[in-house]
């Protein structure tokens, strides 16, 4: 009898046809959002959730792009289903300095690890890029194409783990500062800004923020675009840069500048009745792209408060996780999905 990752890597690869990989993705999914105790393994092996996180990475999500596949949709299928658990983990993570220590009692949540891939360079962070990249070219030739639903899937997962990444980002340098870690943390908005070796220009967050002209079809992505620009306009000098990049294509420029427009014309209640995917998120940030465009990013996102609730009302418990911002929510693509941790 062959192991899990054994039959994936000889059988599967060789059929070219992934449903275990699939399901192994949809058990563990079920299983880490539900309730998952901490001690699982203890005895055989050291207790943790880590054996299964690594298996998940380095068996199915980082082979997506170098595997085979009879059904080309099946590749954004399951890498979505991997990337779905990914943003969980992260979105419900929250920074501790003891994730940071070398001597520790147990095992840190597998949201650090996520968080500490995107905080450097690593292939997770490549892969989201690339898949943004390749997303964005699709989704800019306005087709109907086999697999565009499980790419559009694929793509928005990719931009909320970017999104939730340099949300939770001040907090987690401030654990890894408080517990003196040698690791290097890079960070994820000054990374967004590095050169991309498939242009050889510095164009990631230009290929994101494009995400805004679907707006009419993929208003989830079109925020996480945004947010993901808010970030990094943040630093010194950054607005004026990306400005210079649209200047080497002015019909881009022109495309992007009018994707803002429908953006802020956009009714956001109206949309929310007919749109799964514009939940609260969607109204608590919607003066942010105002903001954004009219203070080059330097003023902080204002949060919409209705007139018979208070701002205490809205931002949850003192020990609840407010890296996010209030009233942050878990969006899937067809439902919600608690942040909670028991």
Known sequence: PCSL?????????RLESYNLSS???????????????????AGPRQPGYDPY???????IILRVYSRSY???????EVA????KLLFYLLATYRPKASDFMELREEQPYPGYHVMLQLQVKSHLLQLLLRIIEDARERLDEYKRFRGKEQLEECALYALLLLEVAVAKQNAFFEAHSSANSPILL???????????????????????????TYNNWLPRHSLAAIKILSAVTMLPNVPSQILNM????????????QGFVECLEMDARLAQQNEELLDSIVLNDY???????????HQPPSVAVDEDESEADISGPEDGDTTLGPCYEVVALNGKMSVGID
């Open 5 to 13: 990752a054994e039959e994936i890597e000889q059988n599967e690869s």
């Open 23 to 41: 399901g192994v993705l949809q058990l563990l999914h079920t299983l880490m959002t539900t309730h998952m105790p901490r001690s699982l393994g």
């Open 53 to 59: 996180f690594n298996f998940l990475m380095n068996s």
């Open 70 to 76: 009879k059904d080309p949709s099946e590749m954004w």
């Open 80 to 83: 979505a289903k991997g990337l």
């Open 186 to 212: 890079s960070g994820l908005n000054r990374m967004l800004l590095d050169i991309n070796p498939r242009t050889r220009r510095p164009d990631y967050v230009v290929k994101i923020i494009k995400f805004v």
């Open 246 to 257: 649209y200047a080497l294509g002015s019909n881009e420029k022109l495309e992007v500048r």
């Open 287 to 297: 003066q942010a792209m105002d903001d954004m465009l009219h203070h080059g990013g």
